[in-house]
C-alpha cells in the first residue's frame, strides 16, 4: 500500500525557512512513472499547486512562488522535499505532498504549517 | 496559466439526489481534466481522471463526462458520506491548476 507522510515544523517565524519532508513507502520514489509534488491549502481556502519534481531531479514551480519554493528528492531515503524562503503569514497553510501519475492519486495526510513570530 | 472555474460555488441537496457539477477551463485541455474529494479536515481524495475514468475503488455513482468545453461530475443517487467540497484540476500543462471548489451540503 502506497503512503506518503508530511513532517516538519508546525510554527515557522516570518522571514525564516519553512522546510518539509515528505516520506514515500510502498513504492520507489525511483520510479520513472511518477511527479512527486507539493499542494498547499490557505485556511478556508482551495488548493494550490506549488511544483513537483522527477526522480532525475527535474522541477517545475507555480510562477508564483519559483522564486522561494525548491522541491528536492532523496532517493536514498525514499523521500522529498519542500523549501520555501522568507515566508510571512500569507503562508499560513496545510501542506500536502502527492503523487501524480493520471491526477494526483495518492495524498498525504496534510501538516498544518503557522507562520507567526 | 490555465484558470479554472466551477458552477454552482455551492449547493445543497437531499440524499438520493442526482447532483451535477460543472468545471470549464479557459483554453483547451483536452481531456486532461481531474475530480477530486475533499471533506474537512482530510486530504483530498482522486475520484475521476482523464476527465471520465473512474478510479478503482471509487463508487460508480460518480461518473465524469465532457460536454464542448464543460466538463461535468455527476453523483447519481447522492449518499450521506458524499457531503464533501469537489474540485476540479486540470494536468494538460504546468502549474497545475485547480477550480475554486464545489461544496455540497446537506438540503
Sequence with gaps: ?????????GLVKPSQTLSLTCDV????????????????QLPGRGLEWIGYIYYIGTTYYTPSLQSRATISIDTSKNQFSLKLTSVSVADTAVYYCAREEYGLDVWGQGTTVTVSS | DIQMTQSPSSL????GDRVTITCRASQS????????????????????YAASALKSGVPSRFSGSVSGTDFNL????LQPED????????????????????KVDIK
Excluded: H
Design chain 2, 74 to 77: 455527476t453523483i447519481s443517487g
Design chain 2, 83 to 102: 457531503f464533501a467540497t469537489y474540485y476540479c484540476q486540470q494536468s494538460y500543462n504546468r502549474p497545475r491548476t485547480f477550480g475554486p471548489g464545489t
Design chain 1, 1 to 9: 500500500q502506497v503512503q506518503l507522510q508530511e513532517s516538519g515544523p
Design chain 1, 25 to 40: 513507502s510502498g513504492v520507489s520514489i525511483s520510479s520513472d512513472v511518477y511527479y512527486w509534488s507539493w499542494i498547499r
Design chain 2, 12 to 15: 445543497s441537496a437531499s440524499v
Design chain 2, 29 to 48: 485541455i483536452s481531456g486532461y481534466l481531474m475530480w477530486y474529494q475533499q471533506k474537512p479536515g482530510k486530504a483530498p481524495k482522486l475520484l475521476i
